[in-house]
């Protein structure tokens, strides 16, 4: 089958790649002329663990190709998918569909036969509707299909997660569409794939829901994170424990600094506005909202209770800045409020993030250090802050730390320490909703 998938980010990369893996020939198209020219020359415009490959496996064969201009794929294409961003809107926190829009009008442009039209993008309900009203405009006498087709995967497991998703939600009531997205997904029905039809309008809804969902258990835990610290109960210790309740379940527990990325803060805050404008609040989400806005803002207080509140013309070493492992995505990432709100105290922040610091030094004040590993950026430091869990803080040499920070003092902002150990090792520590230093209460590690 032949695809053309417009939009090259992190969404039409990822399944451009896969749906060519699938056997199907791909065209993905940008209208940036040097993401196209790095692609065709093989390199990768972002950080994602095992796309390298999958794309140039896929190149090699034949299956995958790149393209400024959507012209020639989009008339030999069955199916034709917007992937285009759709960020908050500045000042009102809507979705931006422009670029949705204007792909879309390209599309009716220059599409020849029966095509499905399908937006991947985050896109609000209804768009569907506005989308095919835009092509109908464009072309009266266009043969499509317009379906939704939300993704549901993660920066950092992209690749697993298409290849094996919990479920893929197809919107559509016309059965020429359906026939053509089940011929798609086809090699995963292999794994017994639940592919579920809904109406385009549910289908939209449901990505929404599912990461305002996601948000709130997250934004749940945080706050049971701050009733532990005040009643000296174990955060880690609750998870687990209403995580073993099947009705609950383990995933999406783990308490932090609050949540980031490029989609939970921005499908938050426009599914909020879509739930008032249609005259139905959804007052948790919103709340939700407020919850973590504040909570990535006020983190930055331990920092001070480690140091006893003797902040000014300290020196902090920032183990992490990416919103979280895996990925070299800055966006609304809880390291750029933490830093900026420490710089703000008067002290000093010299960071390491293994992926990320290009894109931190564009958001980063510029007095900010940046090293070429943890050592390297706890020299000399008061205190050490974790932000982002990733692998090569797991298993930190403390008692080189020791000997080489001005006072040893850990806050452990993923909690991927133990207190009674760190305890023992001789560091002040604080981490989120346990006991400060004294011993778990229970050997059970974290739910996953
Ligand atoms: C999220 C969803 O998980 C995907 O299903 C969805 O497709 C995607 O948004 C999207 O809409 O495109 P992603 O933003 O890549 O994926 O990252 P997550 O792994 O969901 O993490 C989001 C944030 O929540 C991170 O800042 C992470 O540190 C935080 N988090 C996650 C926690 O603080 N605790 C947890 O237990 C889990």
Redesign the pocket.
């Known amino acids: 089958m032949r695809v053309a998938m417009i939009g090259t980010g992190?969404?039409g990369l990822v399944s451009g790649a896969c749906f060519a893996d699938f056997g199907h020939h791909v065209t993905c198209i940008d209208k940036d002329a040097s993401k196209i020219e790095m692609l065709r020359e093989g390199r990768i415009p972002i950080f994602e663990p095992g796309l390298d490959e999958l794309v140039a496996r896929n190149k090699a064969a034949g299956r995958l190709d790149f393209d400024t201009d959507l012209t020639r794929a989009v008339k030999e294409a069955e199916a034709v998918f917007i992937a285009v961003g759709t960020p908050s809107r500045r000042g009102d926190g809507h979705a931006d569909l422009s670029y949705v829009f204007a792909a879309a009008r390209e599309i009716a442009n220059v599409a020849e036969g029966y095509t499905v039209v399908v937006t991947k993008s985050?896109v609000p309900v209804g768009t569907g509707d506005e989308v095919e009203r835009v092509i109908r405009e464009a072309r009266p006498d266009a043969d499509i299909s317009v379906v939704s087709n939300p993704?549901?995967?993660?920066?950092?497991a992209a690749i697993e997660?298409f290849k094996r998703p919990d479920r893929v939600v197809v919107g559509t009531e016309d059965p020429r569409a359906r026939a053509v997205m089940s011929a798609l997904y086809r090699p995963l029905s292999l794994n017994n794939l639940p592919l579920m039809f809904t109406a385009r309008r549910t289908s939209e809804l449901i990505?929404y829901a599912?990461?305002a969902f996601?948000?709130m258990?997250?934004t749940f835990?945080?706050e049971m994170a701050d009733l532990c610290e005040q009643v000296g109960a174990n955060v880690q210790d609750v998870a687990r424990g209403i995580g073993l309740d099947n009705r609950i379940g383990p995933?999406?527990?783990?308490?932090?600094?609050?949540?980031?990325?490029?989609?939970?803060p921005k499908?938050t805050l426009a599914l909020t506005r879509t739930a008032q404008q249609a005259g139905a609040p959804l007052r948790i989400i919103e709340t939700v909202v407020a919850v973590n806005d504040v909570r990535k803002l006020a983190i930055a207080r331990k920092v001070e209770k480690a140091l006893n509140g003797q902040v000014r013309g300290k020196t902090i070493a920032v183990l992490g800045l990416t919103?979280?492992p895996n990925?070299d995505d800055m966006r609304e990432?809880?390291a750029i409020s933490i830093i900026n709100a420490l710089i703000d105290k008067g002290m000093q922040v010299r960071a390491y993030d293994p992926e990320g610091m290009e894109e931190a030094k564009r958001l980063l004040p510029a007095s900010v250090f940046y090293g070429t590993g943890p050592y390297e950026v706890a020299e000399g430091a008061d205190c050490l802050v974790i932000i982002?869990e990733w692998d090569a803080f797991r298993a930190l040499d403390f008692e080189r730390l020791k000997t080489i920070m001005r006072q040893p003092v850990l806050v452990d902002l993923r909690n991927i320490y133990v207190p009674e150990q760190m305890a023992q090792l001789g560091f002040a520590y604080e981490s989120v909703g346990r006991p400060t230093g004294a011993p778990a209460e229970s050997q059970l590690t974290a739910a996953e």
């Open positions: 992190y969404v985050t993704e549901f995967l993660r920066e950092g997660d990505k599912g990461n996601l948000a258990k997250i835990i945080n995933k999406f527990l783990h308490a932090g600094p609050g949540y980031g990325g490029s989609c939970f499908d919103f979280k990925t990432s809880p982002t």
